[in-house]
């Protein structure tokens, strides 16, 4: 009931600034497609997701959300739920600074309910808009972790420090890649951390209709139980809207 609510929650959240967007011409992606995951899941996944961004000179905003799902024999397999929040100021400065939230909830990888908010500053090496980007960042992470393990939950709340390289550059006319790496010690124990890289090649196929194929691999140090494992890695085929 709790992801149920939750989920309806975000989706009339992004359906309201959908409707902002569209009024103030901002800029709205839909995403389907499927996944295809080893780790703690290891199958075939239904993927769904949607996100708004803008962008001026002085700020850069942008929300979105990933659902997946998928069914084997009659029986629940993977489930899970991401959304993020995301305020970026003065973007096309050599410097600039960021806010950010994210939600993660997905069971089947040892999660009953993770929230993360961060505080950071970007440095950027060379960008250039819907070209390239280069840049490196640094933040601060607060996380607090609902963990499950069948009828355990064990709550965990730790202080984290990110570093995050980032490259975003375009190959073509048409196609355009993005590799980003987080490493994320817990400040008090820097035995305990999280390391996330992922990497996307999106084919534009026409003025709205783009083609993603992205990888992603995500190891923890610490796990809940021995149920789990410490990494899952996924490669999503998504097909894409954007206005």
Known sequence: MKTTRLIITILLSIMSAIATAQENKWNFEFGAGASDNSGNVDNMSLKNNSSIYYEDSTLCFSTSYKFIFQMENGRESNKGIN??????FYKFGNWSTFVATEMVSNHYKGYDFKTSALAGSKYYFHQKPDTCEYSISAAIVYDNVNYTDEET?????VWRMSLRPKIIQRIGSSLMFTFVT?????IKDFGDYIINASMHLENKISAHIFLDLSYNYEYRSEIPSDKYKHYDSTTELTLKIKL
């Open 83 to 88: 959304g993020s929040l995301n305020f970026d």
């Open 153 to 157: 939950y064990l709550n965990k709340e």
């Open 182 to 186: 987080f490493y994320q010690p817990a």
